[in-house]
């Protein structure tokens, strides 16, 4: 049993922000981290290359949508995930538990999984704690995620209670299986991550967290947030979180979040987030800038020459003008997604790097505090 090397290499004194580094095999990642989102084994309307060029340590992709198509025998046949789409830095893979409860139909609970049937052809598929991590291993991700239970917001307590018992359940299933089964496929190791829930009740995310860390894993999740519930109760129950998981492990909030939320939680302890939030906005034509958001498809950009983002360094603000991009929207170019996507990673990269450096310079909570003036918090 190889355990992940997490180095703390500084803690901001003013908040629980820190700077680490995870170290896998297929390469290092420097934290608090924003990992873009791959769905089905490509982040939309960007290549690798332009990912490594956007300075992106490591991705996400999908469980759920990589087992549904192509296979995940099939990639595993290619030489694993990183070698099907050509991506030599680390993968982390989702357990497909959330995908399940979010967008497949008909699916029903029982505690040995889940029966459900595919959102692409009505298909019928069961997913269970030992078959999302023998998916997981056969992708060949560098980090996986235990299978859990996402409890819909809102939920009442007795049945957030009994989500939150099945999800400790098959954590303990899904590190039996892991255990089982890592190592026989790969050259590479791959670590098994632990998620919390319990929705927004304190006791239960407690508990859940304490008897998580009873099975013990190198590294764990905040699940079912940013499901609904308000702000604060999302800041409340992360604090609550952090304060609860070991110092010395990663810290992962899941589908989080808005620029600002990933200032807010940085600020509550957390070192890693992903988020469809910059992809799927930017072909949307939600664009992000540094004094707030624009929707590129509105009127006021019809002869606007300036860049998306006066402040911004990325390629397309320096070479594109926002009534180019507002003219590729409207008519529907596929440019437009690629322009929109690179631009929207880069504001999110660089925006963690900025806040890695404040972090690193002990300047954190001036520069926390000129974004929150400036960064809406929806
Ligand atoms: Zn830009």
Same mark, same amino acid.
């Given at each position: ?32 981290? &924003?990992?873009?989102? @791959?769905?089905? @084994? ?8 332009? /990912? ?8 996400? %992709? ?11 025998? /099939? ?60 998916? $997981?291993?056969?992708?060949? +991700?560098?980090?996986?995620? +235990?299978?859990?239970?996402?409890? +819909?917001?809102? %939920?009442? &307590? ?12 098959? *954590?303990?299933?899904?590190?039996? *299986? &892991? ?53 604060? /109760? ?52 939600? /664009? ?11 009127? $006021? ?29 409207? +008519? ?14 880069? &504001? ?5 790097? $900025? ?19 400036? $960064?809406?918090?929806?």
């Amino acid at each position: 049993m190889h355990p992940l090397q997490f180095h703390i290499t500084h803690q901001d004194n003013a908040t629980k922000a820190r700077l680490g580094t995870i170290v896998t095999d297929h390469g290092e990642i420097q934290t608090p981290v &924003f990992m873009p989102v @791959g769905t089905a @084994g490509t982040v939309k309307a960007v290549t690798q290359q332009q /990912l490594v060029d956007l300075g992106a340590e490591i991705i996400l %992709s999908n469980t759920y949508h990589l087992y549904l198509r192509p296979g995940h025998q /099939l990639i595993r046949e290619l030489g694993g995930l990183h070698s099907f789409m050509s991506w030599a830095r680390p993968i982390l893979t989702d357990s497909g538990g959330f995908q399940v409860f979010s967008i497949s139909s008909l699916r029903h609970i029982t505690e040995e999984g889940v029966a459900f049937r595919s959102h692409l052809d009505g298909s019928s598929h069961f997913l269970s704690p030992e078959k999302a991590i023998e998916i $997981q291993i056969c992708l060949g +991700a560098d980090l996986l995620m +235990a299978f859990d239970e996402c409890t +819909a917001y809102p %939920s009442d &307590f007795l049945i957030t209670r009994e989500g939150m018992e099945r999800t400790l359940r098959w *954590a303990r299933k899904s590190k039996e *299986a &892991f255990e089982t089964h890592k190592g026989v496929s790969w050259p590479h190791r791959q670590w098994l991550f632990g998620i919390g829930q319990g929705g927004i009740y304190p006791e239960l995310r407690r508990e859940c967290i304490d008897r998580l860390l009873d099975i013990d894993f190198p590294g764990y999740a905040m699940g079912g947030l940013s499901v609904g519930e308000p702000k604060n /109760l999302m800041y409340e129950m992360v604090d609550l979180s952090t304060d609860r998981f070991p110092v010395e492990k990663p810290r992962y909030l899941m589908g989080v979040g808005t620029p600002r939320d990933l200032v807010e939680c940085i600020v509550r302890g957390v070192d890693m987030f992903d988020c469809v939030m910059p992809t799927r906005n930017a072909r949307n034509g939600w /664009l992000f800038t540094r004094e707030g958001h624009i929707v590129i498809k509105n009127a $006021q950009y019809a002869k606007d020459a300036g860049p998306i983002d006066p402040q911004c360094q990325c390629s397309v603000c320096r070479r594109y003008s926002r009534a180019y991009l507002r003219h590729l929207f409207h +008519a529907n170019e596929i440019l437009s997604a690629i322009l929109n996507t690179h631009h929207n990673l880069y &504001f999110y990269l660089d925006t963690i790097q $900025q806040i890695r450096d404040a972090i690193a310079s002990r300047n954190l909570l001036n520069y926390v505090t000129e974004f929150r003036s400036k $960064q809406e918090i929806a």
